[in-house]
């Protein structure tokens, strides 16, 4: 099955230090998204890509969708306390049909010291 | 836009007991909407996929007969879970897809179940 390999598990930084996470596939996916979420809450979307290449900013989040369509980044810049939370990369290939399955790395925990 | 809800929000029941989550889109129809399982610390599990008048597509090694899905209409979802047993414990979490050029997937708050 279609697998994702999402880095860093878990990062600890300082408030206002820039972050990078990626996450690298087997096989190719037609959309990536990067979720946020919070304990106890479901994932909030931070932002989509639907074309390969495509580099996407929210606010202080920015990522890409990479050309090969193996891969994604996001960057956080200027990191607040608010940003502490896990980070799920999401892929979704067309699976048959008209169901659009999700695949979801492991994701990465951010912990950030004020 | 593209609100998606959850009842209840925390469930506790006894070991034997059905309990049905409610999953909705507020402010959207959803054609397909999916019920994912999250363990402690761990990465979401799609249980299955869920289209609205049709029955649900389950994923390999989910009983379809332990977790009964109903899409009844294009704004809502339910999950039972049947005869429950400690080992169901979990945070469920549904989410509700819109059909078009742009499809992404919203998820709701998730339901905490804890069987005693």
């Known amino acids: 099955g279609q697998q994702l390999n999402q880095s860093p598990q878990s990062m600890f930084i300082q408030e206002g230090e820039d972050v990078s996470m990626n996450c690298t596939s087997s096989?190719?996916?037609?959309?990536w998204l990067w979720y946020k979420q919070d304990p106890g809450e479901g994932p909030v979307l931070l932002i989509a890509?639907?074309?390969?290449?495509e580099l996407t900013s929210n606010g202080r989040l920015t990522a890409q969708f990479g050309i090969t369509r193996k891969d994604s980044f996001l960057n956080i810049s200027a990191s607040i306390p608010s940003d502490v939370g896990i980070y799920f990369c999401?892929?979704?290939?067309?699976?048959?049909?008209?169901?659009?399955?999700?695949?979801f790395g492991k994701g990465t925990l951010l912990t950030v010291n004020p | 836009g593209a609100v998606v809800s959850q009842h209840p929000s925390r469930v506790i029941c006894k070991s034997g007991t059905s309990v049905k989550i409610e999953c909705r889109s507020l402010?959207?129809?959803?054609?397909?909407m999916f019920w994912y399982r999250q363990f402690p610390k761990k990465s979401l599990m799609l249980m299955a996929t869920?289209?609205?008048?049709?029955?649900?597509?389950?994923e390999q090694g989910v009983e379809k007969d332990k977790f009964l899905i109903n899409h009844a209409s294009l704004t809502l979802s339910t999950l039972t879970v049947t005869s429950a047993h400690p080992e169901d414990s979990s945070f469920y979490i549904c989410?509700?897809?819109?059909?078009?050029?742009?499809?992404?997937?919203?998820f709701g708050p998730g339901t905490r179940l804890l069987v005693l």
């Open positions: 989410s509700a897809s819109l059909e078009g050029l742009q499809e992404t997937q919203y």
């Open positions: 096989s190719i996916f037609n959309t």
């Open positions: 890509l639907y074309k390969a290449g």
């Open positions: 999401a892929g979704r290939s067309r699976s048959g049909g008209s169901n659009y399955k999700l695949t």
């Open positions: 402010d959207f129809q959803a054609t397909t």
């Open positions: 869920s289209n609205e008048g049709s029955k649900a597509t389950y």
